[in-house]
């Protein structure tokens, strides 16, 4: 069975820091482009960052850079997003997706609410 499910939101104050994770399985992790994305209340679902496979290549959206960082862990199927400095425009449902290099295939978790409010 295919899975994809996030863990780490919560409540954090402003400046504070959460890492969320994605756990992946019933499919070949490494050949899966990984993504994390958001979407505020009223608001349309924006890529936050994104990273490739085999290269390993990374995009940031521009709101985020230099605060998000995400990276990969291909023995434990895991994909983490370390958001720092975290501001109350962060506050969004986080969800990961995962995209196969060939077919596009794709598959999204259900996401997980982080809040930035002090």
């Known amino acids: 069975q295919v899975q994809v499910v996030e863990s780490g939101g919560g409540l954090v104050q402003p400046g504070g820091s959460l890492r969320l994770s994605c756990a992946a399985s019933?499919?070949?992790?490494?050949?899966?482009?990984m993504g994390w994305y958001r979407q505020a209340p009223g608001k349309e679902r924006e890529l936050v960052a994104r990273i490739g496979t085999p290269g390993g290549s990374i995009n940031y959206a521009a709101s985020v850079k230099g605060r998000f960082t995400i990276s990969r862990d291909n023995v434990k199927n895991t994909v983490y997003l370390q958001m720092n400095s975290l501001k109350p425009e962060d506050t969004a449902v986080y969800y990961c997706n995962a995209w196969e290099v060939v077919t596009s295939r794709s598959y999204w978790g259900q996401g997980t609410q982080v809040t930035v409010s002090s």
């Open positions: 019933g499919f070949r992790f490494t050949s899966y482009h």
